[in-house]
């Protein structure tokens, strides 16, 4: 392995809380499963950048069979439910790449958290050689052009690439495009996971 490549939401960036799903149902006045899958059903043209913030929650609103007069706090409330990170993992990311591993990320990401990212957690993006953020490249993973076009940024075979990610439909798509892939669940799972294997190259250890 020459390079490992991480998502961001829910491994990097650990992702909603109940509080805040509890906040953005509050705010579009709609509750449950009904309400989250309009979320997820509109996402893919917010996370290619085919959507602005307000475009996206005008395709939520459409899906549901409403408006929402306030789209700009909707936004606001789900940037902020995306926004947190783990200190720990980004501290060991920035040792693997010390150590001589090339690292990237590959995140579904939509232009407004791409914005409050740069801003906000400039430092985060600035560990990478690839980023791969969907909203600048045009492809969302699990889609094949995803993955490829990471490949092609590293200018590695796809099977020196471990993609890291915590959604198995996206570790899957990666496998697919003859990359390794780790489902990820936590630092210590994944720590292990790469002792265990050590690829030729030591792994930092825990401090």
Avoid at 11 to 34: F, M, N, Y
Avoid at 67 to 91: G, M, P
Avoid at 134 to 140: E, V
């Amino acid at each position: 392995m020459d390079a490992l490549l991480f998502d961001l939401f829910g491994v990097i960036a650990p992702g909603q809380t109940a509080q805040d799903r509890a906040g953005i149902e509050a705010a579009a006045g709609i509750k449950g499963s009904v309400f989250w899958n309009a979320y997820w059903d509109a996402r893919d043209g917010y996370d290619r950048g085919e959507l602005t913030g307000r475009q996206y929650w005008q395709a939520v609103g459409e899906r549901l069979g409403r408006s929402f007069d306030d789209a700009d706090t909707l936004v606001a409330l789900d940037v902020a439910s995306w926004s947190r990170v783990d200190t720990e993992l980004i501290a060991y990311i920035r040792t693997l790449a010390a150590r001589g591993i090339r690292v990237g990320l590959l995140s579904n990401i939509p232009s407004d958290l791409s914005q409050y990212f740069a801003t906000y957690h400039a430092e985060v993006f600035k560990i990478f050689d690839v980023l791969g953020l969907s909203c600048r490249i045009g492809h969302a993973k699990p889609s094949p052009e995803a993955y490829l076009w990471c490949v092609e940024q590293f200018d590695l075979p796809a099977d020196r690439i471990m993609f890291v990610d915590a959604r198995p439909a996206n570790v899957a798509g990666a496998l697919a495009e003859g990359m390794q892939a780790h489902h990820y669940t936590s630092l210590p799972t994944l720590r292990a996971h790469l002792l265990a294997r050590t690829y030729g190259m030591p792994m930092p250890s825990r401090r």
